[in-house]
């Protein structure tokens, strides 16, 4: 009990976080590498503003990850770690802890044993006396308390998760059409708020939520459309009176910094908030229509939209592929795909498997998504005559190692990228294409010549994304004779098929989650040669199966036949009848 008492001192006074009797957080980081001596440094200086912990500092500093410092406190204090996005709730547990005790010391209830009285909670600090003492009161005493270590920010996202929001929206829609305050919808410092303030934050929070990627407000001529777009799909979630946008408009323009007296033109923006423990961008839109303003909101969350290439889905030998292209120190790596296809995803995914302090990155793109440590990001600016071709020659004077472009469109943007890749660049773009072989036309109808294609082309990526059928729900069933002609079956194969379902766990939708389904075109020397006598998109086609290139429909095709997705969620982004 000492021991504790003396960790829980330490931290209160602002003294490194002590993990054992010889070595402090910041000893052990710098032995394991995870660290420098100058970032240490840096943090010291900041706790001496702030008087906060050393991991805080840290965290916040973009230097370390909670999960690295949830593991090392865990190893050092023989305490146990808990990976709270992999757990289900108990929900007698959660009915034990009021939401606002549990935001307020920062408690996840995990689990009730019954028969023994015992209480299990995720805490990002365990040792906090007042936290656990508050907690007996609450529960009356007899109970015992377990406790665990999780990351703060895991813990904020999880209460989100299970306490829910629904309650909330409803609450300040009641407090506006009558006038009442529903004091569970306040923040707990029970500080009032105006209510559309509180609404649009639920709104947005609720939309973090469900995992949605967009959120749309939707005026039409006597009442209001919210509609979020999850896994790639639209959903109408709730209907609102006319009267409420004009209002709901003024806050969204606000947190996005536009113009509120401008009604009659397009507008866009960027807000920032704190949504279920962790900073969410939003990507803002106004468009003018002929009942009112439409916006549209982009959610741009880095923990979600980031993904380790290892975990894309991508069969080993596709895999291996990818990180022999990558592993080129000069050439053009290309991703074609439509709007919504995950393209910008997996550019971020490969920058972050690339990132490390022996190279340096630059990217230019329209706009900046997703914030990078370590990675010098410029957005383009047609208004100061910053565009992607003038950026790239001011980028091959900062002494880049790697390029990132965000989308190539025309001729003098391409001549700056494969001019960059000549002088000794990895270079990475966009391109609106339907396949990867297609974009081969594509880059000679603007201007490229074939000879600069096929020397400086490391490889191309055709990329979709697919829902991922939910496997609580599905449904199995045998292929008819059109179902094995798609899928190129024979009449001997037996295979089992999936439908999707309906169940809570899906909210009634079927699916799941998205994966992404990726056909990788790496260019050799005969491939090199094909391009540079102009051979036709078949040829290259022919021969690039023959080397073993898998096309989005075998992608496709292979996910249908695991029961990863279904036959008609793949129909709907891939033609499959091509070949039939």
Not at 346 to 360: A, P
Request: one cysteine or more.
């Amino acid at each position: 009990m000492i021991a504790l008492l003396k960790y829980y001192i330490l931290l209160n006074i602002g003294a490194y976080n002590q993990l054992d009797n010889t070595r402090s957080l910041g000893d052990i980081l710098l032995e394991k590498h995870i660290i420098t001596a100058d970032q240490l440094n840096i943090a010291v200086i900041e706790q001496k503003k702030n008087a906060k912990p050393l991991d805080k500092i840290l965290i916040n500093l973009g230097f370390v990850s909670e999960a690295v410092v949830r593991d090392l406190k865990s190893q050092s204090l023989g305490l146990t770690a808990i990976d709270l996005t992999k757990l289900v709730v108990d929900n007698e547990a959660i009915q034990l802890v009021p939401r606002s005790l549990a935001e307020k010391y920062k408690v996840l209830p995990i689990s009730f044993n019954k028969k023994n009285q015992i209480l299990s909670v995720a805490m990002a600090d365990v040792f906090n006396i007042l936290a656990i003492d508050q907690l007996t009161n609450s529960l009356g005493g007899g109970i015992q308390i377990e406790t665990a270590l999780a990351s703060e920010t895991d813990i904020l996202s999880a209460i989100d998760n299970w306490y829910g929001f629904e309650l909330s929206i409803d609450g300040i829609l009641h407090e506006i059409e009558t006038g009442e305050i529903d004091y569970r919808s306040l923040s707990t410092d029970d500080e009032y708020s105006q209510p559309f303030v509180r609404l649009i934050d639920s709104l947005l929070s609720d939309a973090v939520k469900h995992g949605a990627s967009d959120i749309h407000f939707e005026p039409e001529k006597s009442f209001l459309r919210i509609r979020y777009r999850i896994d790639g799909v639209l959903q109408q979630i709730r209907s609102l009176h006319k009267n409420y946008w004009s209002a709901m408009s003024v806050r969204l323009k606000i947190i996005a910094g536009l113009n509120i007296a401008e009604t009659r033109i397009a507008q866009d923006g960027r807000a920032s908030m704190t949504l279920a423990g962790r900073y969410i961008d939003f990507r803002v839109s106004v468009h003018p229509t002929v009942y009112g303003e439409n916006i549209v909101l982009r959610i741009l969350d880095s923990e979600k939209g980031i993904t380790n290439l290892e975990n894309i889905g991508l069969l080993e030998e596709s895999l291996t592929n990818l990180k022999l292209m990558i592993a080129r120190p000069e050439g053009v790596i290309l991703i074609t795909g439509p709007t919504g296809s995950g393209k910008t995803t997996t550019l971020y995914s490969i920058l972050q498997h690339l990132n490390t302090e022996e190279v340096n990155i630059m990217t230019l793109e329209d706009p900046v998504e997703y914030v990078l440590g370590q990675v010098r990001q410029t957005a383009v600016n047609e208004s100061v005559k910053l565009d992607f071709s003038t950026g790239i020659r001011s980028m091959m004077r900062q002494d880049p190692d790697i390029i990132l472009i965000g989308e190539i469109r025309d001729h003098d943007t391409a001549e700056m990228a494969f001019r960059a890749a000549m002088t000794g660049h990895q270079v990475y773009s966009t391109l609106h294409t339907n396949s990867a072989i297609g974009s081969i036309p594509r880059l000679l109808d603007i201007g490229v010549l074939p000879d600069i294609i096929a020397e400086n082309t490391i490889g191309i990526i055709g990329q979709r994304l697919v829902r991922k059928i939910c496997h609580n729900c599905k449904q199995s069933y045998n292929p008819n004779s059109m179902h094995r002609k798609l899928l190129h079956l024979t009449s001997e194969q037996n295979v089992v098929l999936y439908h999707s379902g309906q169940c809570e766990q899906c909210e009634n939708r079927g699916y799941k989650g998205r994966i992404a389904l990726m056909e990788i075109c790496r260019i050799n020397e005969s491939l090199q040669d094909l391009i540079a006598h102009r051979a036709t998109t078949y040829d290259i086609k022919r021969h690039g199966k023959e080397m073993g290139f898998r096309t989005l429909s075998q992608e496709g095709t292979r996910q249908v036949l695991e029961g990863a997705t279904s036959l008609e969620e793949i129909s709907r982004v891939i033609d499959l009848t091509t070949y039939v």
